[in-house]
């Protein structure tokens, strides 16, 4: 099946933002990929928006971004999985112009968490695992419904509260080279030891921040894709998968069977060789919404066996010359976590890296062409791996 | 409610009485950002959001919490167990279940005590979370009954007895470590 194609991309910097509106910052990032595409705003049909929302104001985020971009009138929506809404919003669109229901389509990911009071935003959060049976009764938050994963981890794998901050300090580093990022300063092993808990064992410093921004990308078929651009991005496969929803239905809380999933199917439809898929990939850019998660995620992808992940950043593996360099923009820990925009400017950061148009000191070595996004929505509840390449 | 909780309340009656202040002053609900001076227009709508949850087709289990007891479905037809309780078989699409009562010592799982808590959490103290393995054949997530997590491990026995949460004096339940033995 012919692929869907990424030509055009753009991203605000991430953050907490108090000078641009909801659309304001939605128009920022459309607009720059907009003309990073080549296409003007009548040449966009359809307009994907993943956004979850609720703690902002705009209740129907797609309608009014359709409106101040200047876009046509076209058919829009918005796209709702969680934390994946940016990834699932892609898929919209990718299946949109594969089967030629669409021609151009914009996917616009945004979020502004900061609308609402902190803990608010930690309550709606926490809602969104099983409403009656978790959060009514006893009030499980999204740090503590990580935190259980992490107890578990950890037990029965022998890792530590430091082998877990070793993931922060990785991505803080790199954020601290992302002009984007929300957080630029780069943090020890023992700065996020020192850091207060939030749900034991995770403390400050192993969570990604309550974030706004947004990022925008232009998406068309493979066959017209070079009418646009002499640089588009392939979307070669979106594996998809749902988890539970009560998390007491889970076989174990050791990693997620959503994600397990979702990645047999990216990697079958891409012609990736799941028992080892890091060599084939240039890079990785996975959902550390907490430290413990991108632990998990480099098993349930299949970089390393299972209960070994924690040793794979211990070891420095997942840095640029390491097996696989992952969250080379800071990822969700330091770039920052705008919940639905997050799955889209994991695609943003894939384009600039395989078109090697990064900051030249996060720049991966482009050898196979290829990369991968891995977005999770919720505590396992919606799991996205796509595979993209040149 | 709790020192916390009055705490909160005081300022966010503090906060609410300068917005006051500054409409009287230019007739604008306006506040400057505390970090980044950037002006913010403070909402002038409330709403406050409450739900009504349909349990006709899970009543047995409130019943059941009004004796003392922690109920779970099993379907007839397949013999498939469920807690949380449903009165639909979502192995076999079937509603002919039956209500039977969780009476095993369950193991703990994992745990985690909530610290950075929920806007309607904040009057309690921090809270254990937990889930535990039962005899039955499922899992339970509840509340742990232990003032900190130093008292827990993995494999902890612990029963499921029924409480009258407070200050909300509703029934639900707890996952309670039981000694050895015991």
Known sequence: MESAAVIGVGITRYGRITDRSFAEIAFEAAWEAMRDAGVDREGVDLLVVGNVGGWSSEPLPAVTISEYLGLDGNGSMRVEAACASGSAAIKVAADAVTSGQSEVAMVIGVERMNESPVTNVVELIGRAGNYFWEFENFGLTFPAYYALYANSYMQIYGAKEEDLAEVAVKNHYYGSLNPKAYFRQRVTVDDVMKSRYVAWPLKLLDCSPITDGAAALIVTSEGKAREFTDTPVYIRSIGTGTGTSNISRRDDLLG??????????????????????????????????????????????????????????????????????????????????????????????VVKQLRRAADPQRQVDVRNGVALTHNVGGTGHYAYVAIYSI | MSDRGSKIDEF???????????????????????????????????????????????????????????????????????????????????????????????????????????????????????????????????????????????????????????????????????????
């Open chain 1, 256 to 349: 997620f069977d959503a994600v397990r999933k979702a990645a047999r199917e990216a990697y079958r439809r891409a012609g990736i060789d799941p028992s080892r898929p890091h060599r084939q990939i240039d890079l990785a850019l996975v959902h550390d919404c907490f430290t413990i998660a991108e632990v998990m995620a480099y098993e349930d992808l299949g970089f390393v066996r299972r209960g070994e992940g924690y040793m794979l950043v211990k070891e420095h593996q997942t840095y640029i010359g390491g097996i696989v360099p992952v969250n080379t923009d800071g990822g969700l820990k330091a770039k920052g976590h705008p919940i639905g925009a997050t799955g889209v400017g994991m695609a943003v950061e």
């Open chain 2, 12 to 182: 966010i009656k503090l906060f609410l009485n300068a917005i006051e202040v500054e409409k009287s002053r230019r007739g604008l609900p306006l506040i400057t950002d505390e970090k980044t001076n950037d002006p913010l227009f403070f909402d002038q709508r409330e709403l406050r959001l409450r739900y009504l949850l349909p349990i006709k087709g899970i009543e047995d289990f409130f019943e059941g919490l009004v004796k003392g007891e922690v109920r779970y479905t099993r379907c007839k037809r397949c013999g498939r167990k469920y807690f949380p309780p449903q009165p639909d078989c979502s192995s076999c699409g079937t509603r002919e279940m039956e209500w039977m009562r969780i009476e095993g010592t369950g193991e703990l799982l994992t745990f985690s005590k909530v610290v950075v808590k929920p806007t309607s959490y904040l009057h309690y103290d921090d809270y254990i979370v937990g889930v535990a393995r039962f005899p039955e054949g499922f899992n339970v997530l509840a509340w742990v009954r232990a003032s900190d997590v130093s008292e827990l491990e993995m494999g902890t026995p612990v029963r499921i007895e029924v409480e009258r949460r407070q200050p909300e004096n509703y029934l639900t339940y707890v996952l309670v470590p039981t000694k050895l033995g015991d």
